[in-house]
């Protein structure tokens, strides 16, 4: 059962910028105090890989190694929304993007440890 719906992903150059987006599918869907919202990927062939977090209480941000200073993360607790600005986009940022939500901000780098996903939505960086 799909939780949440990511959208904005598509077809960019390399130095590109691309915005995503994720809200629930469903408005009975909570995101709570505790929880934190992170963004992951994965490329064909390749294992999930955590890409940024945010906790909900408190905003702090998680990023991997790889996309620090290009991707920035953004919780909307308004629309219980968060998106990811993606700058400076690589071909090797190619990947299905996933939105998710873990309940226990310990475990956050850990993919298995999240209650709740979207369907992905895909990335390509290509010239």
């Known amino acids: 059962h799909v939780q949440l719906v990511e959208s904005g992903g598509g077809l960019v150059k390399p130095g590109d910028s691309l915005t995503l987006s994720c809200t629930p599918s469903?408005?009975?869907?909570?995101?709570?105090?505790?929880?934190?919202m992170a963004w992951f990927r994965q490329a064909p062939g390749k294992e999930r890989e955590f890409v940024a977090g945010?906790?909900?209480?408190?905003?702090?941000?998680y990023y991997a190694d790889s996309v620090k200073g290009r991707f920035t993360i953004f919780r909307d607790a308004a629309r219980n929304a968060v998106s990811l600005q993606m700058d400076k986009l690589k071909p090797e940022d190619t990947a299905v993007y996933y939105c998710?939500?873990?309940?226990?901000?310990?475990?956050?780098?850990?993919?298995?440890?999240?209650?709740?996903w979207g369907q992905g939505t895909q990335v390509t960086v290509s010239s």
């Open positions: 998710a939500r873990n309940p226990d901000i310990g475990t956050r780098y850990d993919g298995s440890k999240y209650t709740a």
């Open positions: 469903e408005p009975t869907f909570v995101i709570y105090a505790n929880d934190i």
């Open positions: 945010v906790t909900w209480r408190n905003n702090k941000k």
